[in-house]
T-cell receptor, first 113, second 111 residues
Framework: NAGVMQNPRHLVRRRGQEARLRCSPM?????VYWYRQLPEEGLKFMVY????????ESGMPKERFSAEFPKEGPSILRIQQVVRGDSAAYFC???????????FGPGTRLTVT | LAKTTQPISMDSYEGQEVNITCSHN???????ITWYQQFPSQGPRFIIQ???TKVTNEVASLFIPADRKSSTLSLPRVSLSDTAVYYC????????????FGAGTQVVVTP
């Protein structure tokens, strides 16, 4: 059973461009979570999604950031008009229905130049 | 959400037992205590979770006193590969989705 997969693993964008981060949850998992980790800091919750629904987006910046988890395909975290402060590691996690243990992917390291 | 406090770093030698204590004075009745491990350039990995007394699995033990205001993660006979950041989290049962990570404890194991 493959784990949580994220791609790309590394992404470089210039200021003002868009970044798209993909996350494929573990097989059988219908809950997806996105976290951001700035250098030398702990992970910060961004958003919690189920298929076609956003359950909790309290950690998402109000502008430029959006997330989706369509019926088919991976979950996407989209950052529009990236700025240098968006440089961070973005981790996706997934869980089974009503299970608290979250399985994390390897992360996408976004660098904004 | 209850705030957690844990040491910034701990050093140990191979073969020793490492105990990391986490304070969570404001823990609520329906909160669980969960520990994750993170290696450099990887996502966190679940280690253990408990509500009270003692929980043990193949990786670690978790000790929780009766007042639940603190907890101790115990790693028996550490090896070099146990060098990682260890996070203590308090997870409400009505908010499973939103894990709150602090700064964690950097454990360094040397030969």
């Amino acid at each position: 059973n493959a784990g949580v997969m994220q791609n790309p693993r590394h992404l470089v964008r210039r200021r003002g461009q868009e970044a798209r981060l993909r996350c494929s949850p573990m097989k059988g998992h219908s809950h997806v979570y996105w976290y951001r980790q700035l250098p030398e800091e702990g992970l910060k919750f961004m958003v919690y999604l189920q298929k076609e629904n956003i359950i909790d987006e309290s950690g998402m910046p109000k502008e430029r950031f959006s997330a989706e988890f369509p019926k088919e395909g991976p979950s996407i975290l989209r950052i529009q008009q990236v700025v240098r402060g968006d440089s961070a590691a973005y981790f996706c996690a997934s869980s089974e229905i009503e299970r608290e243990e979250q399985y994390f992917g390897p992360g996408t390291r976004l660098t904004v130049t | 959400l209850a705030k957690t406090t844990q040491p910034i770093s701990m050093d140990s030698y191979e073969g020793q037992e490492v105990n990391i204590t986490c304070s969570h004075n404001n823990i609520a009745t329906n909160d669980y205590i969960t520990w994750y491990q993170q290696f450099p350039s990887q996502g966190p990995r679940f280690i253990i979770q408990g509500y009270k007394t003692k929980v043990t699995n193949e990786v670690a033990s978790l000790f929780i006193p009766a007042d639940r205001k603190s907890s101790t993660l115990s790693l028996p006979r550490v090896s070099l590969s146990d060098t990682a950041v260890y996070y203590c989290l308090v997870v409400p049962t009505d908010s499973w989705g939103k894990l709150q990570f602090g700064a964690g404890t950097q454990v360094v194991v040397t030969p």
